[in-house]
């Protein structure tokens, strides 16, 4: 096993072993979920975090942000991603979920992490998807705000923009084709329903002031986008379904 990481030499080597591995995890993935959408979302938490900072004056109740933390769980937040896993071998549902949520951990420990920060990090990933919110959105709001994990916000933050604007357009629409075969009529229209469905209520599941910002200007690009699409649609063969 590595040596322990114990100063920022070693959290530099971490996090190039942690980009390895995640390459690694997700290389076959589509475009809607690959390394460029990782490093995208790695981008934007190191922005939101820089912004928030940037906004708190300095006092002792500035929310105190680990870089290291935003940085790991940034990098692997979509390990484990359910959508992903292969299914020619059914798993009770209790433990697929078991695994996933010591995947993470377990991989930062074989690379030398130290323990405590492994299971930070796994702790955040574990609850950064939108469908983990939907089940209990007062799980989330607890962990961010009264027990002790706020870099939870600026990753979860990070990943719903990335579902936004221009990207979150190109995204949807290549996830449908690769994933969505056998879920439903498989038309095009299946990504229009999406925005209404889920990106467009991310922008008021924002967690930071720079996070709602960012989501008011990319949300606005995604209704321009679907007002276009009706628009060109009205008269479209077999006519337009109401989205």
């Known amino acids: 096993m590595p040596t322990p990481i114990v100063d920022n030499t070693d959290t530099n080597t971490l996090i190039t072993r942690m980009t390895t591995y995640m390459t690694q995890c997700m290389r076959n993935h589509d475009p809607s ?14 922005t939101l975090l ?19 933390v935003i940085t790991l769980a940034a990098l692997l937040h979509d390990i484990g991603d359910r959508k992903y896993l292969p299914t020619s071998t059914p ?16 991989a930062l420990l074989s690379n030398g992490a130290d323990p405590s920060l492994a299971a930070r990090v796994q702790k955040i990933v574990s609850h950064v998807s939108f469908s983990t919110e939907m089940k209990d959105p007062d799980v989330i709001r607890r962990l961010i705000f009264e027990e002790g ?27 449908l084709g690769a994933k969505g075969q056998g879920k439903g009529s498989w038309e095009l ?53 109401e989205v």
């Open 33 to 46: 979920h690959n390394p460029r959408h990782v490093h995208r979302v790695v981008h934007l938490a190191h």
């Open 50 to 68: 820089a912004s928030e900072r940037a906004r708190q004056p300095q006092s002792s109740s500035t929310t105190t942000y680990e870089d290291t």
């Open 91 to 106: 798993t009770p549902i209790s433990s697929a979920d078991s695994a996933i949520n010591t995947t993470v951990y377990g």
């Open 149 to 175: 994990y706020p870099e939870l916000a600026i990753v979860q933050d990070a990943d719903r923009l990335d579902a936004l604007g221009a990207v979150g357009i190109a995204r949807c629409f290549t996830y």
């Open 189 to 241: 229209e299946e990504a229009i329903e999406h925005f209404g469905e889920k990106l467009e209520r991310l922008e008021g599941m924002m967690k930071t002031e720079s996070g709602r910002e960012m989501a008011r200007v990319r949300t606005e690009r995604l209704r321009e986008f679907r007002k276009w699409w009706v628009e060109e649609n009205e008269t479209g063969e077999g006519g337009e379904r």
